[in-house]
């Protein structure tokens, strides 16, 4: 089936330095890669929406200077939390949607924590 | 304002009996429905989805109930198992904005021995 790789999958920065989070789909072309963010026991909140090729489109209060989204190619998205501060700690994950994709495949989430 | 609503943040069922987990949503255009399956510290794990032109889905001992005139969906887990322990989500989505996804909070599920 479709497979996303995500990768770290645990990260500890210091503060203000920046993390790169990748995201590969490994046997299909993901057309549509979604970025989200997941608080301790609380919903997935959709932080942007990146088409192949496209800049991102962010979601109202997400910023996207902070955030930036990177999907170059078909098969790799990457998301790079710059600056990072102690309250950018997060579960981060991302889902991609593109042909052969059996409806949205979801990566298996990077936990970052700023120190 | 929040589309997609599990009221319940936790479930406990017994083994063998049936789990029905909940979710309401306020959009009426929404078109696709999705529940995910999640550990900690993991993705979520697809398990089944319904258009909103269906009533129902069924895919082994998983079966998805819309009703759309009371915007409600529900989840049917029977037997239940003890792997079945986790949070699930359900999700919806509008193809004409791009088909991003809305979450609901999550149901934690425990099913007990």
């Known amino acids: 089936g479709a497979v996303v790789s995500q990768h770290p999958s645990r990260v500890i920065c210091k503060s203000g330095t920046s993390v790169k989070i990748e995201c590969r789909s490994l046997d299909f072309q993901a057309t549509t890669m979604f970025w989200y963010r997941q608080f301790p026991k609380k919903s997935l909140m959709l932080m942007a929406t990146?088409?192949?090729?496209?800049?991102?489109?962010?979601e109202q209060g997400v910023e996207k200077d902070k955030f930036l989204i990177n999907h170059a190619s078909l098969t790799l998205s990457t998301l790079t939390v710059t600056s990072a501060h102690p309250e950018d700690s997060s579960f981060y994950i991302c889902?991609?949607?593109?042909?052969?994709?059996?409806?949205?495949?979801f990566g298996s989430g990077t936990r970052l924590t700023v120190v | 304002d929040q589309q997609v609503k599990q009221n319940s943040p936790s479930l406990s069922v017994q083994e063998g009996r049936i789990s029905i987990l909940n979710c309401d949503y306020t959009n009426s255009m929404f078109d696709y429905f999705l529940w995910y399956k999640k550990y900690p510290a993991e993705g979520p794990t697809f398990l089944i989805s319904?258009?909103?032109?269906?009533d129902k889905n069924e895919d082994g001992r998983f079966t998805v109930f819309l009703n759309k005139s009371a915007k409600h969906l529900s989840l049917h887990i029977v037997p239940s198992q003890p792997g079945d322990s986790a949070v699930y989500f359900c999700?919806?989505?509008?193809?004409?904005?791009?088909?991003?996804?809305?979450f609901g909070q999550g149901t934690e599920l425990s099913v007990k021995p």
């Open positions: 319904i258009s909103s032109i269906k």
């Open positions: 889902s991609a949607f593109g042909q052969g994709a059996r409806g949205y495949t």
């Open positions: 999700a919806a989505s509008l193809y004409n904005q791009g088909g991003k996804l809305i």
């Open positions: 990146s088409n192949e090729g496209s800049k991102a489109t962010y």
